[in-house]
């Protein structure tokens, strides 16, 4: 049988691959990716993947070239980058979507990565501080991955099972934060979030978050001014999902 290669395609990170160890193969800023075939068009049709909510991680597992690399290892940025890229290279450029009661089509290759303030990052470490400007407590957070994504998902889903209202922005805070005044243990990080983190200071956390962390710019206006997120999920692929 004859040996077939696939067209591949290198993908610049929007976090210059900064936030990753440097003995991690994303710390290169740069990611290989092939070219859609069917074998991922059954991956996305999956209806297991689709139900777990783990089918655009097997997505992009089946197009990343390098078995080193690993999905979960991606912060949310990282990630939304190299999907975008892997849509543009199996579908094309053009995203149809319904926004209201009408259908918007977007070029998806005018979207950019976001600029960010490169000397907030000490190379190698996915950690940054933060001053909450109300009550003074100076904290660290981390960017997510999908490790720790997949860990609140877990933990919001054993919260249902013991029939406890789960609070999803509290649960990924903890997870967010890594530090309090000097403080790392997750018992006194969680404690802090449940009693002593104000509305007003975790409003600004998030909104700092925001400002600075990679990610590719999602928000899109059209010639008429309206502007709109783009949304990233199955039917980013297949709008018939």
Aim: a negative charge.
């Amino acid at each position: 049988m004859p040996e077939f290669k696939f067209p591949t395609e290198e993908v610049e990170l929007p976090s210059k691959g900064l936030v990753y160890p440097e003995d991690n193969p994303l710390s290169s800023g740069k990611v290989e990716i092939k070219y859609m075939t069917a074998k991922e068009e059954d991956i996305l049709s999956n209806q297991s993947y689709i139900q777990k909510g783990t089918v655009l991680d097997k997505l992009l597992e089946s197009v990343i070239v390098s078995s080193d690399i690993k999905v979960k290892d991606l912060i949310i940025g990282d990630k939304n980058a190299l999907l975008i890229a892997t849509r543009i290279l199996g579908y094309g450029k053009e995203y149809k979507f319904n926004y209201g009661k009408e259908i918007r089509n977007v070029d998806l290759t005018e979207l950019e990565n976001k600029e960010f303030d490169t000397s907030l990052i000490s190379k190698g470490e996915n950690s940054f501080s933060f001053e909450l400007p109300h009550s003074g407590t100076n904290i660290t957070f981390r960017i997510l991955t999908g490790h720790e994504e997949s860990k609140i998902e877990r933990e919001l889903a054993g919260l249902k099972k013991i029939n406890k209202e789960p609070s999803e922005l509290t649960t990924r805070l903890k997870y967010i934060i890594t530090s309090v005044d000097g403080e790392n243990d997750p018992k006194t990080i969680r404690e802090f979030v449940d009693n002593y983190l104000l509305a007003r200071d975790s409003r600004s956390l998030r909104e700092y978050i925001r400002q600075i962390q990679p990610d590719v710019n999602l928000e899109y206006q059209f010639d008429d001014g309206e502007e709109v997120v783009i949304p990233i999920g199955i039917g980013f692929f297949w709008p018939d999902f």
